[in-house]
């Protein structure tokens, strides 16, 4: 082995004028999506960064007013419940009662 790093022997090697010119068209080309100044892809990536966080934040809502539909799901089949033994306290036994007096006469 010569000791050298294939990785350095890469980076001494002359870059090809072909390879250039791709690489300065690459960049005309990400320069007319973004803009002529870098400030402009700064921008871009703060306002990706707020909607991110307006996404996370509408998430994190959503969760929150499952949270509560699930919670008003239970209280409602609760009170259905609660509505369901009262009448059979209440009025079943009065349904029987008149029925038996219905029935005596």
């Not at 000791?3 to 390879?19: E, H, I, K, L």
């Not at 990706?48 to 008003?72: K, M, S, W």
Request: charged fraction near 35%; glycine fraction near 2%.
């Amino acid at each position: 082995m010569s000791g050298t790093d294939p990785v350095d022997r890469a980076a001494d090697a002359p870059v090809a004028s072909s390879d250039l010119a791709v690489a300065k068209a690459e960049i005309a080309r990400l320069r007319r999506l973004v803009g002529p100044h870098e400030h402009a892809y700064d921008d871009l990536k703060a306002e990706l960064d707020a909607a991110e966080q307006a996404v996370r934040a509408a998430e994190a809502a959503n969760g929150e007013l499952r949270a509560e539909i699930t919670e008003l799901r239970v209280d409602l089949r609760r009170a259905r419940q609660d509505q369901y033994h009262l009448w059979k306290l209440v009025a079943r036994p009065q349904r029987l009662l008149r029925a038996l007096r219905q029935s005596a006469e």
